[in-house]
């Protein structure tokens, strides 16, 4: 094909301009092309390879079966371990994360990627693979689609993981799919949380343990408390909001009783009731929120204090301490 013979930056920009359908043997044309590329030392040529990818699978002129191709031939390189190296596999996982979740494609990449992500080691890897499995699976959980059971219980054993990159990556994995779907409360959203709230427990007992030294610092204490009172208190709640970057007060106000017991009782949760001057509630710690060096634990902080701030309200304003 004559696809083959033009630089990637041509093709795409054609690509761009052009409104037709997209056969499946020129798509199978440029796909080889691109994966040349993907795999080249040259960070030009793997960069233009990965934005003509992401321009190729999401044209409305290609067929959802070539996009399946691809997304099968992406993942069978890395999968078998024959990349070149840590390059080549980023380029790969960038090319995965620019494709827009549909039902049969969000299956097969959600289920191919917690063991990519168990076995990297590269640091932009880590995090890049986390994104797109976290897409991913907020997909299948807002249209509700069923989780296969290997994925939660991968998710949920990683997530008490002994290496903190693999226990940090996880739980951003639950924590923004969970987040991602607080306006939907949907049947497979309900599976996926409960098969991850003794994790989230878990790691709030870590924290509170010993808040300055946990592996992973506040980060998991934060995302477990926001989580806890928020998209998970409203399980089988209709109609309880919208999704922003934070919840509503309204929202949160009152918790469905598949999680009232389990916040109740939680200690850690509770504990924030008796915090003081002289032991503040990690939460309250100046001391654990003055290490944070991401946007992201930021961001978690700010959504466990909105949650907590709702949820105790009337005991807030009674206290002086926590005022």
Not at 85 to 94: C, K, M, S
Not at 99 to 112: E, F, L, M, N, R
Not at 124 to 136: E, K, N, R, S
Not at 193 to 211: C, D, G, R
Request: proline letters at 4%; charged letters at 15%.
């Amino acid at each position: 094909m004559l696809y083959t013979y033009y630089p990637s930056t041509v093709v795409a920009e054609f690509l761009k301009a052009y409104q037709g359908e997209i056969s499946e043997q020129a798509f199978a044309s440029i796909l080889k092309s691109i994966l040349s590329g993907a795999k080249s030392s040259n960070l030009s040529v793997r960069h233009d390879s990965c934005t003509l990818f992401s321009i190729l699978v999401n044209h409305k002129g290609r067929a959802d079966a070539s996009v399946e191709t691809a997304v099968n031939e992406v993942l069978a390189l890395p999968k078998a371990s024959k990349t070149s190296g840590a390059e080549h596999r980023i380029a790969l996982y960038e090319m995965l994360h620019s494709i827009k979740p549909a039902s049969g494609i969000a299956q097969t990449i959600s289920k191919s990627l917690p063991l990519l992500l168990t076995k990297e080691t590269n640091e932009v890897a880590i995090p890049l693979l986390a994104q797109t499995l976290a897409l991913q699976l907020t997909y299948l959980l807002e249209e509700n689609v069923s989780v296969d059971q290997s994925i939660t219980n991968a998710i949920a054993k990683e997530m008490s993981s002994t290496k903190p990159v693999m226990r940090r990556a996880f739980c951003t994995i639950a924590g923004n799919s969970l987040w991602s779907i607080s306006d939907k409360a949907t049947e497979a959203g309900k599976t996926f949380a409960s098969s991850i709230l003794q994790p989230l427990e878990n790691s709030l007992k870590i924290v509170a343990a010993n808040p300055l030294m946990a592996s992973t610092g506040p980060f998991e204490g934060y995302m477990s408390f926001a989580l806890m009172l928020g998209p998970l208190s409203r399980l089988g709640i209709q109609n309880y909001g919208t999704n922003t970057c934070f919840t509503s007060s309204a929202a949160i106000s009152t918790l469905s009783p598949v999680l009232d017991s389990v916040v109740s009782k939680n200690a850690v949760i509770q504990a924030i009731l008796a915090s003081t001057t002289t032991k503040p509630h990690f939460l309250l710690w100046n001391k654990c929120y003055q290490k944070l060096t991401t946007l992201e634990e930021e961001l978690w902080l700010l959504r466990a204090l909105e949650v907590g701030i709702s949820h105790f309200r009337a005991d807030i304003r009674k206290s002086e301490v926590l005022r």
